[in-house]
Nanobody, 121 residues
Framework: QVHLVESGGGLVQAGGSLRLSCAAS?????MGWFRQAPGKEREFVAA????????NYTDSAKGRFRISRDNAKKALYLQMNTLKPEDSAVYYC?????????????????WGQGTQVTVSS
């Protein structure tokens, strides 16, 4: 069983930065960040394969967001820079037992409760 707890969300002005954290317990192969805005489907943001640190990003996150993992602390991070109002959403940490760097929600077995990120214009 894997237990995930996110933190670090909040309100920030456009152009600002936030760092999300996810405390994880249990063994996983891949971890990722997803987000869901009101009235929209949950969408992929970034993922990291724990074995070798390989990462994958959605196009809108490339160059602005950075996913990282501290294996010793069993923590996952998402550094978000140059935030835009369209980045506002509930952000979820997810974990998969698979080694695939998938962006599909169906490939993830465990989910956190989410943390709200609001970017004001």
């Amino acid at each position: 069983q894997v237990h995930l707890v996110e933190s670090g969300g909040g309100l920030v002005q456009a152009g600002g930065s936030l760092r999300l954290s996810c405390a994880a317990s249990g063994r996983t192969g891949t971890m990722g960040w997803f987000r869901q805005a009101p009235g929209k489907e949950r969408e992929f943001v970034a993922a990291i394969r724990l074995r070798d640190g390989t990462t994958n990003y959605t196009d809108s996150a490339k160059g602005r967001f950075r996913i990282s993992r501290d294996n010793a602390k069993k923590a996952l991070y998402l550094q978000m820079n140059t935030l835009k109002p369209e980045d506002s959403a509930v952000y979820y940490c997810a974990a998969s037992v698979s080694q695939l760097l998938s962006g599909a929600t169906s490939m993830y077995d465990y989910w956190g409760q989410g943390t709200q990120v609001t970017v004001s214009s």
